[in-house]
Structure formats: C-alpha cells, structure tokens
C-alpha cells in the first residue's frame, strides 16, 4: 500500500487501493519524515476534507504521538497547510477544538509547546490563541508541562525567539507565577542572560506601571531573590531598588529571610553573596541599612557576620572572601567597617574557610579541600590593591601572629608570597625577615617558598643573593619536593631560570679545588639526564678527578632508589641512555640496568609508565635485560614490582598503542597472551568495586583508559573461539555492560561467541557491583536508541528475567527509564512485547519506585494521555 501511495498518478487509483486510515496515516508518517512525500498526498487530503476530517482529527504519527496540528506547526506556521488546517479546526465544535490543542504526543508536548517552538512572530501567535475557547484554555496550556518538566516558555527561550519568549511571558497574569517562571526557565543557562534583557521583563513584572493589580509587596520575598541576584550580575542598580522595594519593611521576618535565605543550587549563597558579584558597593549598603533602618536594636556582626550558617557558602566562603577573589577594596572597607571592635575586624579577616586543593593533590592524597583564610587567598592571587586593604587593619603585634598561623596544608604565609612587590611591601610595613630559612620552610607537600617563586627570574636572583654562602644556595636548589624531584626539577619549560639556575650551580661547583661529596654534584646530574641536557652532565663527571669517582656518580642512587638509567627510562629519554650505556660504557654498571627503586620498579615498569612515547627507550631496555638475564621478553612481562603490578599493568593505563606492541612483541605464546588480557580484564572489571566496571585508581579515569579497555575487550574475544562457562561467563557479562556506551561491533563480536541462547542468558543476566543488569544500564541515555533496539530485537529472550528487573536502589524499572527519559513509547512497546506471561506484564507495569509510584500512576499525575492510554490497554490485554 505504501508503494501505491508513493506513485499513485491519480486520486481513483488509490482510493481503489488504500482506505481512509491508511492514506490519513501514511499522510501524517511522512510529515513526520524528513522529505516532500506529504506535497504529493496533501492535494488529495485537501479535495476530501469532509469525508476525512474525523480521521485527520483522530490521526497520530507512529514515531513521535504528534496529533495533525502538531506536525503542521512543526513544518511551518505560515505554510497554506498549516493556515487550511487551521479554517477546518474552525468549524468544530470548542470541545474538540480544545481536545485537539490540548493533546499530548510521545515526550509530552501539546501544540502549544510545538507553537512556542517553531513560531517567531507575535501575529501568528495571536492568530492560534483563538483557536482557544476561553482565556483559562490558554492559561492551563501556558501552564502544562512535558514529559521533562518543560513548559511552552522554556521552548521559546531556548529556540531563541525573543518576540515569542516576550509575548508568551506577558500572557501571564499572576506577578508570582510570573516570577516562578522566571525563576525556573530564565537563568538556568547563562546564555539566555545575554539573549534576552530579564531585568526589563522583571522591572515590567514588579512595576505597577506594566502591572495594573500588581501588589504593593510580594508576600513570598523567596520569588525576589533569583530576580535579584540576577539584577546584581547584570550591575542594575535601578532593578535592585525595584525589587527591595517589593519587601514590606514593617515585618522584620521577611527582610531578614531575603537577605539570609541561602539557594542551594547556587552553591548555598544567599544575598550578601550575591551582592560582592555586582561593581557598584551601593548594593552591599543598601542590604545593610535594609536591616539596620527597619529593625531596631539589631545585632548585625553577631547575627550575621559572625554567623557561620549565613556568612558561609557551600564551601565556607565569605562574602568577604569573594570580595577579595573580586579584587573589590572598597567593599572590603564596607564590610570591615561595620565592625567596630578592631580585635574583632581581624578575627573576622582570619575566619578559615575550604579552598579547593586542585586536582593533583586529590589525586595524590584525597584531599579535595585545604582550610585557609582569606589573607593567606589574597597574598597568592597578587593583587596589591586588594592586600593593601586587607593588611590595613593589622599592626606588628597582629602580624606578627599571622606569621605563625598555617593552614591545613602547613602552610604559612611565606608560601603564599606571589612576587618581589610584595616582598618589599611586607619588609617596608612589618619588616618581615626573608633568609635562607625562610625560603626553605616546607608545606605538607614539601614545597617552599623558593620553589614555589623559582619560575620568576627577579625573585630568583633575589632568593639567592640572600643567602649567606654558596653552599646555602646548592641546598636550596637541590632541596627534594617529592618522589626524588628537587627545585630544579620544576624549571622544564622555564628556559631563562633555568639558565639562570644552573649557570649558577655550574659557578658554584668549579669554585671548589675538590669535590669530595658525590651528592654536591648528583642533583645536578639527574636533572641533566631528566632533560636529556649531555653537555650538562658532561661538566658534572668533569667535576669528578678519578675514574672511580666518575663511576660511582653514573651508577648512584637518590634516596628514592632511581639511578640515571630509571631517570631516563622514566622521561623516555633515548639520548641520555646512550649516553650513559654506549658513550660512558668503560663507567657504566651494566647491572645499572636491573636496578629497582625502592617501590620495586624496574627499567621495564618505568618504561611502561610513559606510554607510547617511551617505546624507543623500552626497545633497548628489553634486550639489555634479555643479554643480562638470559630471560625471552615474555618473562620480563612478568616482573613484578612491590604492589605486585607486572611492566603491562601500567602499559594499559598509558594507552592502547604501547599495551598491543607488548602483547605482538612480548607475549609470542596464544596461551600466555590470552591469559594476559583475562587477568587484565578482570582487575579492570573488579567486581568488588563499588560501580563493578573500574578499578579504584583515578589514573586510570581518562579517554585513553577507555580506548585501551575497548581495545583489550576485542583482542580477548577475537582470540577465544566460543565462550567458556566456567571461565569467560562472567566476564562476558561485565563487557556487555561496560561497551553499552561504547562500541556495538564489539558488543556483536561478543554475542556472536555465546555457544547457544541458553549461555546467553546466562550472560545477560550477570549484574555489575550495583546489582544492575545491561538492560537496565542502557535505559539511562538518549543517544543509545540503536543499541537499545539492537539487544530488543536480536539479543534478549521473551522472559528473560532482566526484562523485569527492579533497581535495588531507586526501585526503578527499565520500563520506567524508557518511558520517563525517552519520551517515547516505541521501545516501551518493544520491552512488554517479550514478556509472553500476562501476569509477568501486570507485576512489571504494578511496580513502584522510591517515591511509591508505579509508572502508570506518574503519567497519570503528569498529565501525559497517550501514556495512560498506552498502559492501560495493556492492562486491558492481559485480563
């Protein structure tokens, strides 16, 4: 039928073919579909209107639930379809005119959801607001919501029509509703800020001028603070008075709940916060002298500048501490000001607050905050302004406090220090003392001052003419952070210090007739082969007077156990290992080679580490160690350091490259390989994992940790002919589960190596370390439509258990997610079609989440009609 609508030449051929139903729903099918097919059919849907109107009114497209109306507003609102269909809705009755406007498809949406959408001119939307019996008609449908929470003016604002966003928005009558709106729909993106002018449409809102009845105050002050803060982004101090005007000052419950009530969705602030984000200060005072003017006898500092649970935000900081990270001294001296007790301003300047660590130190240690306080914020961020402000308040004695204080990463305010200026500031006001002691004071993470300024050439050169003899200055330099790593470690991309540096390094060493300590030199030669610097570290063995001595400074040690080999074979530096092993081959150890770090590590693991990059190096390393060893490479694979990781271990974090030229090169024997990427993946797969699909190791959470993973996956299943029960099952299982985001040829490849469909469900029914199943896993994202259909239509048995399997945590189910996050019935139809036992579709559909809901009743009590109507005819079928 569908082949004779296509080509039919004339109106008798197919009205001999095809009924009613069919033409109206193959018409409706292909407004739906991209293309011009519905041109050819319109002319005829146009010369038997009356006979085909019930049916135009009843019809539904098969793909998305959107009624005739729908569908015609989708294409265009000032096509001649569209303005035909709207004279045929003309001569209906109100009732099904309105039932036809109010009609849900399959996310939700009515027409006015669709019109708000795709029309762009204020006199299409008057023309379609007649269509609508009465004024509450067009409220209730300005009101409604989709499947997402979405209403009609959230379509309009994110299709950028501001002339319908604007008119939409004065259809509301109510000034609360109209702030609820705002509220919901207007700031939850920035770019809407800056595509429309809020302020004007909230300034029309709260004036009586665009609002006849609109009241004197607003009795809840909660819909004024939104409105606020985004008056205050947008510096309008006009707006802000306008709002403050809205609160009734003779309660002082409501001015204290607008100024106090913090938002928990913007990071817990309230409005002192808000207000350090505008420029102008006026805003801070006027919030203040809201509270002081109308509330007698009112304790502002105790109340609530010393009150933690206002002044605080999500992370503990002040609006204090914004102002500093604003670079705003006056409002600093506003806030300080109010404060008349100077023991207090500078117990109030020093009120720690967290500070995020930044991410190396979470994934070092965990920790995601340091307790800090907002000088010690302002002296690192280097803006002499602001610090002026702040130090203002402080006298000898205070300082001299503030210098003993250390945050909760031990450090004090010498680490802090960010440039000469200050320096020189805090000598000429406090005479803070700067000496080789002070440089070398270390935090928890082993920095110091000296380190942390030794990218900058002017403090540079000032650090080390500050200290008192040439071997103050070797120590600094050679002063070890972490993992080995010293000062001049940190200068890589910092060429004129470290020139600087090392030229100084270089005065130093050739001062001295003889050098009688190896490790005055050691540090320096490292660095030199981190860098792969020779000339470098061929002044530091022409240092050496003897061979022995020579000998000793290629093949030593740091305290961390890494000789220059391990150094080179970490950075992937080939130049330097030649160096070492060919051009000083008379001095190098070749047991220098198998030397393990105190962690275990050999040459192979650090080779493995770097990745890709490191292959050159590891290609020489591996046949040095088979020369000395007398082991096949497949051994060496096998060396384990102290944490029992193998070389390969830490080539799949590095990336899939590096990890399948091991698996070529390294691993000849299919078994060996096999048995290599089973372990692999099963510690990738580690069950005891709270997700059960990664291992704890945050290293392991980037793009080419996934790459590799998939990559192994494939490799693995490509070597195995058929699925093993006792050993690959599982296994299996979890892959399934892990690639549904990820790659459907692999999950393919997977499927196609089940011995039969009873493994299969065996497969299919294995649970990750939340107890979910791959049905489950996939009902979460939009984007997974074909993976979904695939496992639907080819992969999942009628009856499979997982089919009716409930979240052991939220009590969802996968018909749920369908429903709920897809917005459409398709794959819902698809779902309840395996399940061939009618009481096993009852149970399904009968199921209630955490909030005791079954499916049915959320669409009932979302409004959503083809939803309730789609259940309940399969309610009705299984009866």
């Known amino acids: 039928n569908e082949d004779v609508l296509h080509y039919a030449p004339n109106n008798l051929l197919m009205m001999k073919y095809c009924d009613d139903d069919e033409i109206v729903q193959y018409f409706a099918d292909c407004l739906t579909r991209a293309g011009s097919t519905y041109k050819k059919l319109f002319g005829f849907i146009q010369d038997h209107s009356e006979r085909l109107a019930p049916k135009l009114m009843a019809v539904r497209s098969t793909s998305s639930g959107d009624s005739l109306l729908n569908l015609f507003i989708t294409k265009s609102v000032r096509s001649h379809m569209y303005r035909w269909f709207v004279d045929v809705l003309k001569t209906l009755s109100d009732q099904q005119r309105l039932q036809l406007l109010t009609s849900r498809n399959y996310a939700g949406e009515n027409a006015m959801h669709q019109f708000a959408k795709k029309a762009e001119y204020t006199k299409d939307l008057e023309a379609f607001l007649t269509l609508f019996p009465n004024k509450s008609c067009v409220k209730d449908c300005l009101l409604s919501t989709d499947n997402f929470g979405r209403r009609p003016l959230q379509g309009a604002l994110s299709a950028n029509h501001h002339n319908m966003s604007r008119c939409l928005w004065r259809l509301y009558d109510d000034i609360d509703v109209k702030l609820r709106l705002i509220n919901q729909y207007g700031y939850e993106k920035n770019a809407y800020a800056s595509k429309y002018n809020f302020n004007d449409w909230l300034f029309d809102a709260l004036t009586a001028n665009d609002q006849k009845n609109a009241a004197a105050y607003v009795n809840d002050v909660d819909l004024l603070i939104e409105p606020f803060r985004y008056a205050v982004m947008c510096n309008d101090l006009q707006l802000v008075n306008v709002i403050l005007s809205k609160i009734d000052v003779k309660k002082p419950e409501q001015i204290l709940k607008f100024v106090t009530t913090k938002i928990r969705s913007r990071n ?203 071997e103050q200055e070797l120590k600094m330099m050679y002063q070890v952070r972490e993992k080995g790593e010293t000062a001049l470690d940190s200068l890589i991309s910092y060429g004129y210090q470290r020139f600087i540096v090392t030229t100084r390094c270089k005065q130093i060493l050739s001062s001295y007739k003889q050098i009688k300590d190896i490790n005055l030199i050691l540090p320096l030669f490292f660095n030199a082969i981190k860098n792969s610097k020779l000339s470098l570290a061929k002044f530091c063995l022409s240092l050496l007077s003897t061979q022995t001595e020579q000998r000793t400074l290629i093949n030593s040690c740091n305290e961390y156990g890494l000789n220059a080999v391990l150094i080179a074979c970490k950075y992937a530096q080939r130049k330097a290992l030649d160096f070492i092993m060919e051009e000083n081959k008379d001095l190098f150890d070749v047991n220098g080679v198998l030397a393990k770090d105190k962690n275990g590590a050999t040459a192979i693991h650090y080779c493995c580490k770097g990745g890709w990059g490191t292959y050159p190096v590891l290609d020489i390393i591996l046949e040095r160690y088979r020369q000395a060893q007398n082991m096949s490479y497949s051994k060496l694979m096998f060396l384990r350091d102290n944490e029992g990781k193998i070389p390969y271990d830490y080539a799949v974090n590095g990336g899939s490259t590096l990890a399948q030229w091991i698996l070529d090169n390294c691993f000849t024997d299919i078994a060996d390989k096999k048995e290599r990427l089973y372990q692999q993946l099963m510690m990738f797969f580690n069950v005891d994992n709270k997700h059960g699909i990664r ?76 107890q979910r199943s791959i049905l489950y896993c996939l009902c979460f994202d939009k984007k997974l439509e074909h993976v979904i259909e695939y496992y639907l239509d080819e992969v999942i048995p009628n009856d499979h258990p997982i089919l009716v399997e409930q979240d052991p945590y939220h009590k969802n189910t996968a018909l749920m997610n369908l429903v709920k996050k897809f917005g459409s019935l398709y794959f819902a139809e698809k779902l309840l079609k395996k399940i061939t036992k009618k009481e096993e579709k009852l149970r399904l559909i009968a199921m209630k989440d955490e909030n005791n809901q079954s499916i049915l009743d959320w669409a009932k009590e979302s409004r959503i009609p083809n939803v309730v109507q789609f259940l309940e005819n399969q309610i009705n079928s299984c009866k």
């Not at 204090?320 to 207090?344: F, Q, R, W």
């Not at 940790?705 to 490509?718: A, G, M």
Request: hydrophobic content about 40%; charged content about 25%; overall charge positive.
């Open 695 to 770: 291992l704890c190791d945050k290293e392991n959470c980037t793009s080419a940790y996934n790459r590799t993973l998939n990559d192994l996956i494939c490799s693995y299943f490509k070597l195995i002919d058929v699925i093993d029960d006792n050993k690959d099952l599982t296994l299996a299982g979890h892959c399934l589960i892990y690639l549904n985001k990820h790659c459907l040829s692999i999950i393919k490849l997977i499927v196609k190596k089940a011995r039969d469909a009873a493994q299969l469900a065996k497969i299919l029914s294995v649970k990750n370390g939340d």
């Open 268 to 470: 817990n602030e309230c409005c002192l916060h808000f207000a350090t984000k505008c420029k102008f200060i006026q805003v801070m005072e006027l919030l203040f002298k809201l509270i002081t003017d109308n509330i007698k006898n009112y304790d502002v500092v105790k109340n609530i500048l010393f009150n933690k649970e206002i002044i605080f935000n999500e992370t503990e900081e002040t609006p204090l501490v914004l102002a500093c990270s604003g670079g705003k001294p006056e409002l600093i001296h506003l806030l300080l000001s109010l404060i008349p007790n100077k023991k207090d301003k500078i117990k109030f300047l020093e009120m720690e607050y967290k500070r995020d660590a930044g991410y190396t130190s979470f994934k070092k240690d965990g920790t995601r905050y340091i307790t800090t306080n907002p000088i010690f914020w302002e002296v690192k961020s280097n803006a002499m302004g602001t610090l002026k402000a702040l130090f203002k308040y402080y006298d000898k004695s205070s300082f001299s406090a503030l210098l003993k204080y250390k945050n909760s990463s031990q450090q004090t305010l010498y680490h802090r220090i960010a440039s000469l200026e200050q320096i020189e500031y805090f000598v000429e006001q406090f005479k803070m003392p700067f000496s080789y002691k002070e440089f070398t004071l270390q935090d928890k993470d082993g920095r110091t001052m000296f380190m942390n300024l030794i990218s900058k050439a002017k403090e540079l050169e000032w650090m080390l003419s500050k200290c008192k003899n040439p």
